[in-house]
């Protein structure tokens, strides 16, 4: 048996010799007649920093000069400027150029009759000294035989709309199925069949992911196709774990990376869809086919959208630019870690809970019968109930109904309402809550209005303090290892400077949930709040918030929804400096997510928050579920639920838009029921198949920057 291990390992040594032998010569070959790479490429590939490949098609045949120039150097900027050295792939006079200089950029925007190079043009075009761009088909070919795996386009070509019947398949497809590069695209051109190119992929063994917070396959000037990706990743650490695989396990096959363009730039599909139609009529009786079709077609739908997808196809361009470039440096440095064998372990554990950290409290809610309540000490007829709440308990609650039961860690005395408490709370896993002689269970009272909307509260909340840095810590273990931590403004103010250095020391996902505009500004104190992740305010705790920073703030506080995100938007922009994600709640208005944009969806994800270059700040508005004034019943768990059910999607790796609308349900069904976390709330009623049952309003979404 040793020795069979022995001749295994002897074969497979000397195979890898001979592949990295391989390498060299190719290498060296490029310098012959018929490839030449840029020195600053190929330095960098001597080095194994990260290099972008850049198709030239683009510039040749894609848009007029000297616009196709501008756009030529911005992406190669881009790409400079995001850590990797570009390398844009183009034919000068028979030789296959890997790297362009500016001047032989600048000859192939201002030339007239260059050809479009494919993989059946190239033998003939290098044979006969011609220069030309190059496809996503030519430049794959390039970049594999230079040792570059990542290349950047804007969308590759597929099965025409009427193959099934003309058999015209773009080549880029049969590369994307031979040859070994990535390719971060905006999915596929839109006026292609989708469906049946995605088929085709799937036959020639292309893994196909959409990148960003969705697995909708983009249909390049549009976010959605109609049909999903086979596999979806958030960000560009999943993307290298992806490419990586693929290049290790040896396949002769190609990964496609379809990219969306950003949302502010996209063009409705009805609006494509129209144009498409138009322009295939007009190239139908101009008997137009064949490699001319795209080019055709690119420059018609200009035309009839008013320069809309000109527009949508330079930011999209752009955009993967940005993601491509941050994918190669993620995979440069993945690579570099595995040569020197420094890799993380994964371990075959049981995944760690997340770790809760607030309040317990006994909260009496008085709703009043009548609309107005009276004063002067008169009684008020209405209802009072008996609930259990506090912050953390309702965030603690909430994900325990949702499959996510957290370690909870919080205090109650030993009296009449922690029995209580405990046994309602028996689906929570409660086992580290404080049980303290002598000391009173908090208790609150709400008195709410028939509409529902809080009047009053009083609480007796002294227990809270006893949530220190010393009780917490004995639990250290379990919030180093947690993938999130949750902790609310009834917790003493040492104990989140505590939290927030773990986060610091630890890397730690932590959400703080401000309770009220008199405890929101505790972590802002000092630095504590930079080691933050998530914060989940309403606009009077983001407006205290911002004047504990001395930040400038507005003289009174708009009602009217577009002021109200106009002044949202504000009062976060300097916090996202720092923050993943500022959750701003809305009330009846819904919610404002505010934060760094991928792919143009913001990122709920803290590792995708580091990757700053890539991102840009936008806001993104999502109505709230209609509730009529007769259906509320109670407001005081809305706010908690609707953060629950976002953290209980991101903890379950859903996109964005379907963690917000989870939210949404838990805090449309907690607004209907007399306990602040409604029992109904579970994995069945608050669920992506849920989600997808339903019509949502159109979210709208304003950039930052």
């Known amino acids: 048996m040793h020795k069979m291990i022995g001749k295994i390992t002897y074969s497979l040594g000397r195979h890898v010799s001979t592949v990295a032998c391989g390498a060299t010569q190719v290498r060296r070959s490029l310098h012959g007649a018929y490839f030449r790479i840029q020195p600053s490429v190929q330095e ?16 040749t045949h894609g848009m007029a000069y000297p616009q196709n120039l501008s756009m030529a150097r911005e992406v190669e900027k881009i790409v400079t400027t995001n850590g990797a050295v570009p390398a844009t792939v183009g034919i000068l006079r028979g030789q296959i ?125 549009s976010r959605q196709s109609g049909f999903q990706a086979p596999y979806h990743i958030r960000d560009e650490e999943e993307a290298a774990d992806l490419i990586a695989s693929a290049l290790g396990l040896g396949l002769s096959s190609g990964v496609l990376i379809a990219v969306p363009c950003p949302q502010e730039r996209a063009v409705s599909s009805q609006v494509i869809e129209e144009a498409i139609q138009q322009a295939l009529n007009e190239a139908r009786s101009k008997g137009i086919t064949g490699k001319a079709l795209t080019p055709f077609m690119l420059q018609k739908l200009n035309e009839l959208t008013d320069g809309k ?220 709040w930079k080691a933050l992740t998530y914060i989940s305010p309403n606009l009077q705790e983001l407006r205290a918030i911002n004047r504990t920073l001395g930040n400038p703030l507005p003289a009174e506080l708009p009602s009217r929804l577009e002021d109200v995100v106009q002044t949202a938007m504000a009062l976060a922009r300097p916090l996202l400096s720092h923050l993943c994600c500022v959750v701003v709640t809305l009330g009846t208005h819904g919610v404002l997510l505010c934060g760094k944009s991928l792919g143009g969806s913001i990122s709920l994800h803290p590792r995708a928050h580091e990757w700053t270059a890539a991102a840009s700040l936008c806001a993104t508005h999502y109505p709230a579920i209609h509730t009529s004034r007769e259906e509320i019943v109670n407001v005081s768990g809305a706010g908690d639920s609707l953060m629950a059910g976002i953290l209980a999607g991101m903890l379950a790796k859903q996109d964005t838009d379907t963690c917000v609308r989870m939210g949404l349900l838990a805090a449309s069904l907690s607004l209907r029921s007399y306990e602040p976390i409604s029992p109904e709330i579970s994995t069945s009623s608050v669920s992506q198949e849920q989600v997808k049952s339903r019509s949502w309003p159109e979210v709208k979404v304003w950039k930052m920057d």
């Not at 920093?49 to 850049?54: I, N, Q, T, Y």
């Not at 015209?168 to 469906?195: F, H, M, N, Y």
């Not at 009047?455 to 009780?471: A, C, F, K, R």
Request: with cysteine; net charge negative.
């Open 44 to 59: 960098a590939l001597m080095e194994g920093r990260p290099v972008v490949a850049l198709e030239s098609t683009i510039i």
């Open 97 to 221: 150029h890997v790297g362009l200089t500016d001047e032989e950029l600048e000859f192939l925007a201002s030339s007239k009759n260059v050809v479009k190079v494919s993989r059946r043009d190239l033998p003939f075009v290098l044979s006969q000294g011609l220069s030309g761009g190059t496809t996503v088909s030519g430049t794959m070919i390039a970049a594999h035989r230079a040792g570059i795996p990542v290349f950047v386009t804007g969308g590759v070509g597929g099965v025409h709309r009427g193959g099934e019947n003309t058999l015209d398949v773009s080549a880029d497809l049969t590369e994307l199925g031979r040859t070994p590069v990535a390719v971060v695209s905006a999915g596929v051109k839109s006026i292609l069949d989708i469906g049946r190119t995605l088929e085709y992929l799937e036959t020639q063994g292309v893994c196909v992911a959409a990148f960003g917070e969705s697995r909708d396959f983009p249909a390049f000037f």
């Open 309 to 528: 997808s000109l527009d949508s196809n330079l930011a999209l361009i752009q955009n993967n630019a940005r993601v491509g470039t941050c994918i190669a440096v993620a995979l440069s440095k993945l690579q570099k870690a595995r040569r020197k064998g420094n890799l993380p372990r994964r371990e075959d554990t049981a995944p760690p809970q997340p770790v809760v950290i607030g309040g317990t409290n006994v909260d009496f809610i008085a709703k009043a019968q009548n609309p107005v309540i009276l004063g002067g000490g008169q009684t008020n007829a209405g209802r009072v109930r008996r609930t259990f709440g506090g912050v953390g308990r309702n965030l603690a609650d909430c994900l325990s109904r949702l499959g996510h039961t957290p370690l909870f860690l919080s205090a109650v005395g030993k009296d009449e309402h922690s029995e209580s408490i405990l046994h309602f709370c028996h689906h929570m896993d409660t086992s580290a809550v404080l049980q303290l002689e002598g000391k009173s269970t908090a208790t609150y009272c709400a008195v709410i209005t028939s509409a529902g909307e809080l009047s009053v509260g009083l609480g007796d909340m002294d227990i809270h303090h006893q949530i220190t840095e010393q009780y917490v810590s004995q639990f250290k273990e379990n919030l180093c290892q947690a993938p999130l931590v949750c902790i609310d403004g009834n917790v003493p103010l040492s104990t989140i400077q505590y939290v927030c250095q773990l986060a610091r020391d630890h890397q730690l996902a932590v959400c703080y949930e401000p309770t009220d505009e008199n405890k929101a500004s505790k972590p802002f104190l000092s630095d504590s």
